[in-house]
């Protein structure tokens, strides 16, 4: 079955204890993002991949890293989770240069006390 | 910079009736627009998108929606609303031309349909 994976689904967790959100696709796609949801703001994305060891910014990239050692994976870390970034968490991917339309994995609720 | 506004944070309306859900953009090149549903609990859903040709396009579940050039609008509609079309709704856009990564999400719209 074709999917997007997220590992843990819920994490509590406490401030400056680094952390990593796990993202696998089986779709082969080569473009990956990371999104949070916060009420009332939607879905604000937060970094993105277009390839393999290619990676960029989206609008709130601070206090979070990204990495893109293979095709199927986009794990998020969190150096030193803050209580703001307490949220709903999203990966995502898609076949870029083509359909554009993503998948989504079925989310990671993080909270951070 | 890239933006998407869903003016209505909830839209109520009754089974059977027609439902719309607003959208409008904004990007300096061509948009391509997306529209995307979330149940309770669960990840976004692809329903439909517009990247080019015919304005009127069709999508999932009897979802349709109308790119419209001049108003920079993507608004959602479905002629016969059903119970179980009650979710949360997100138009995307993103910009091909200037930075294809790049993808902006309106703040959501909440769609209630009563019996």
């Known amino acids: 079955e074709a999917q997007v994976t997220q590992n843990p689904r819920y994490l509590i967790t406490v401030t400056g204890k680094k952390l990593t959100v796990t993202c696998s696709q089986n779709?082969?796609?080569?473009?990956m993002s990371w999104y949070r949801q916060d009420p009332g703001l939607g879905l604000r994305q937060i970094y993105y991949s277009m390839n393999v060891e290619v990676t960029d910014k989206g609008d709130v990239p601070e206090g979070y890293k990204v990495s893109r050692k293979e095709k199927r994976n986009f794990p998020l870390i969190l150096e030193s989770p803050s209580p703001n970034q307490t949220s709903l968490y999203f990966c995502?991917?898609?076949?870029?240069?083509?359909?554009?339309?993503?998948?989504f994995g079925p989310g990671t609720r993080l909270t951070v006390t | 910079a890239q933006s998407v506004a869903q003016p209505e944070d909830q839209v109520n309306v009754a089974e059977g009736n027609p439902l719309t859900v607003k959208c409008t953009y904004s990007?300096?090149?061509?948009?391509?627009l997306f529209w995307y549903v979330q149940y309770p609990n669960r990840g976004l859903q692809f329903l439909l998108k517009?990247?080019?040709?015919?304005?009127l396009v069709k999508g999932s579940y009897g979802f349709e929606a109308e790119f419209n050039k001049s108003q920079t609008s993507f608004h959602l509609k479905k002629p016969s609303a059903l119970v179980s079309d009650s979710a949360l709704y997100f138009c995307?856009?993103?910009?091909?031309?200037?930075?294809?990564?790049?993808?902006?999400f309106g703040d959501g719209t909440t769609l209630t349909v009563k019996p």
């Open positions: 990007v300096s090149g061509n948009p391509y």
């Open positions: 779709m082969n796609h080569e473009y």
């Open positions: 995307a856009v993103r910009d091909i031309r200037t930075n294809a990564g790049k993808s902006t």
């Open positions: 517009y990247i080019t040709g015919d304005n």
């Open positions: 995502a991917s898609m076949v870029a240069a083509s359909s554009y339309e993503q998948y």
